[in-house]
C-alpha cells in the first residue's frame, strides 16, 4: 500500500489481494485513513474455506486522516500487530520476546 500511496494521485484506487488473519484489521485501518471508500471482497469462485479476499480501496485522499500523518501504512499494521501482542520485530537487531500461541523460528546460518 506504501508504494502506491507515493505512484497515485488524490481520487485514485487501489486494489490488492490479501488473506484473512492476524493483523487484517490493522490494514483495513490504514486503508481508510488513506482513501474515501475501503471494502473487502471474496470471490464467488473461492471455496468456503479459502482466506482469499481482495482489499478494494477507492479514492485516494489527499493526504492522509488525522492518525495516520507522518506514518506509513507499514508502521500502521506493525503498531495494530504489537497492540494485539503479536509482535513485528527485526530479527537482525532484537530478540523478540515468545508470544503465546506463536514459537520461534531459528534462522538457518549461510554458508
Request: aromatic share 6%; hydrophobic share 50%; no cysteine.
Given at each position: 500500500m506504501d508504494t502506491a500511496m507515493?505512484?497515485?494521485?488524490?481520487g485514485g484506487n487501489f486494489v490488492t489481494k490479501i488473506f484473512q488473519g492476524t493483523g487484517i484489521e490493522g490494514l483495513?485501518?490504514?486503508?481508510k485513513q488513506r482513501f474515501s471508500n475501503v471494502q473487502r471482497y471474496a470471490p464467488t469462485?473461492?471455496?468456503k474455506s479459502s482466506s482469499e479476499?481482495?482489499?478494494i480501496c477507492q479514492n485516494k485522499l489527499p493526504r492522509p486522516k488525522k492518525?495516520?500523518?507522518g506514518k506509513t501504512a507499514y508502521q500502521?499494521?506493525?503498531?495494530?500487530?504489537?497492540e494485539i501482542d503479536v509482535l513485528v520485530k527485526n530479527i537482525e537487531t532484537e530478540e523478540a520476546p515468545a508470544v503465546?500461541?506463536?514459537r520461534?523460528?531459528?534462522r538457518k546460518k549461510e554458508d
Open positions: 507515493l505512484i497515485l494521485a488524490p483495513m485501518k490504514a486503508a469462485a473461492s471455496r479476499t481482495y482489499l492518525d495516520a500523518i500502521q499494521v506493525q503498531e495494530h500487530l504489537e503465546k500461541g506463536f520461534k523460528l531459528s
